[in-house]
Nanobody
Framework: QVALVESGGGLVQAGGSLRLSCAAS????????MGWFRQAPGKEREFVSAINWSGGSTYYEDSVKGRFTISRDLAKNTVSLQMNSLKPEDTAVYYC???????????????????WGQGTQVTVSS
């Protein structure tokens, strides 16, 4: 079992930056990927970014490439999402998620991610 606790988020003007962090506890050695998803009002939850927990390979949704950077700190069991050049369309609840080795499927799908944080609101004003 893995528990995830998010921090960061808030209100920022368009063009600004925010940093989200997620602390994992429990069986982190069982993890293959950690990632971030977001859900805007009236929309489905969508993939934002993910990182291979041991190898460090990164993955991004097309609309955030070049603006968002995901990173992890294995010593602290944390994953962070640095969000720059924020746009109003980035407004959503952002969720940290973790996927164990036992689950298969594409990194971009939320289905194989077994563990989820409580979500943190990011609001970008125009």
């Amino acid at each position: 079992q893995v528990a995830l606790v998010e921090s960061g988020g808030g209100l920022v003007q368009a063009g600004g930056s925010l940093r989200l962090s997620c602390a994992a506890s429990g069986r982190t050695s069982s993890l293959l990927y950690m990632g971030w998803f977001r859900q805007a009002p009236g929309k489905e939850r969508e993939f934002v970014s993910a990182i291979n927990w041991s190898g460090g390979s990164t993955y991004y949704e097309d609309s955030v490439k070049g603006r968002f950077t995901i990173s992890r700190d294995l010593a602290k069991n944390t994953v962070s999402l640095q969000m720059n050049s924020l746009k109003p369309e980035d407004t959503a609840v952002y969720y940290c998620a973790a996927r164990p080795f036992t689950k298969s499927g594409t990194v971009y799908s939320s289905v194989p991610y077994d563990y989820w944080g409580q979500g943190t609101q990011v609001t970008v004003s125009s």
